[in-house]
């Protein structure tokens, strides 16, 4: 097998996998997250993450990265301003810090 297929076969195995999840008593309900999201996805994060704009970052890892049990995202474009201004920053940083910790499993070696 060639290293690209390979490469690609990798990701699709960390994206197709069991959905993880976190139950918000808060909100009485289950968010579900996925062990691994596109660079594409993670762009945006980062890029308000990069304008300094850190509360609409963990707002927009939490619209694009939350799921229902079936991997539907469980909020809609929508629903942004209620999560901004309506919605417990506890609770937001709570299922930010579990959906983007999913991603984070290999460490950089430095020494390199």
Not at 24 to 41: C, G, H, L
Not at 51 to 77: C, H, R, S
Request: hydrophobic letters at 40%; a negative charge.
């Amino acid at each position: 097998m060639d290293f690209r297929e390979n490469i690609k076969s990798h990701f699709k195995d960390k994206i197709n996998g069991e959905l993880q999840k976190i139950t918000i008593d808060e909100w009485k309900m289950d968010i579900y997250y996925k062990q691994s999201y596109p660079f594409a996805v993670e762009s945006k994060i980062i890029s308000l993450q990069q304008q300094n704009k850190t509360v609409e970052a963990i707002v927009e890892a939490i619209l694009l990265k939350a799921l229902d049990p079936e991997g539907k995202p469980v909020f809609k474009a929508g629903d942004r301003n209620m999560l901004m201004f309506e919605a417990d920053p506890a609770v937001l940083l709570k299922i930010a810090t579990a959906i983007n910790n999913a991603t984070s499993d290999y460490e950089i070696d430095s020494k390199n």
